[in-house]
């Protein structure tokens, strides 16, 4: 449980069933808090080491890594409000757990290092994360959709226009201030629009954790990142069973887009041939 907060306060728990090593604990209706790293959720704590990464490991959250997605998350407070705040991290270590549970602790890289596992606690107003949807019946899809028209105060037949506008806006404010999402999917966006999970998001003035800042062809990833904005609107409108094309997911994200950062939008050249239908972005 986060810091101050009981079981008898949280009245649920939301578990991913595609980001595994995540889960979400109910307030209230639109306060969650995600909860990151705690071990794979299929079948308990589990620990899985890459063969092929040598600082890889599925489940876990290493220290150096909660270290940056709470200061790049403090550097979006500072520009809006409307972001997921990451509330804090705490190691493994500090929590007193039952004993068959310590070797989450001692857990290693395969080149030696050790992973110091931390968990993450990030405030968000949804659990559902688009990707989640593919597990749902429609029923429960139906449910879900419904809680954010309630939140949004619109009908059913304006959700997945509204998505648009509001995951558009959110990236036009990161690209404006200087961020760069270089994993944007629909893993990692809410059914309400919140861009989560912020370990790789490019940052002014924060290290990645490659050792670099990422300033190189900042243009060409920003040019990219509005086609994977495109396309989370497109995945969601194809879950929900609504007509969808790439292009005219396209157009409706950029003109959400402009209205917050028009001057990117208007000067790239690979932008405006994708509005004019002319060509993919390669």
Known sequence: MPDGFSYEEVTAVQISPLHGRSVALRVSCYDWINVKGGGWNYGGPQVYLSRKDEELVFGLYPLLS??????????????????????YYKKLSEYKMPPKYMFLTEAKF??????????????VKSPCRVA????????????????????????????????????????????????INDTLDYANVTMLAEIIDYEWVTAPGILLPDGTYG?????????????????????????????????DCYREFIEAYQNIYPQFAEQCDGVQKMLAREEFIL
């Open 215 to 247: 300033l190189e062809i900042t243009d060409a990833r920003r040019e990219k990142e509005l086609l994977y904005g495109a396309e989370v609107c497109l995945q969601l409108k194809a879950m929900l069973q609504e007509p969808y094309a790439l292009f």
């Open 110 to 123: 395969q080149n030696g290092a050790s992973v110091e596992p931390c968990l993450l606690y990030t405030r």
């Open 66 to 87: 909660a270290k940056r997605e709470l200061a790049v998350s403090q550097a979006l407070e500072k520009i809006s409000d409307t972001f997921p705040k990451v509330m």
């Open 132 to 179: 989640d949807l593919m597990y749902f019946t429609d029923k429960e899809k139906q449910r879900a959709v419904q809680v954010c028209c309630d939140f949004w105060s619109i009908s059913p037949k304006q959700y997945t226009q509204k998505f648009t506008q509001e995951l558009a806006k959110h990236v036009a404010v990161m690209h404006k201030y200087g961020f």
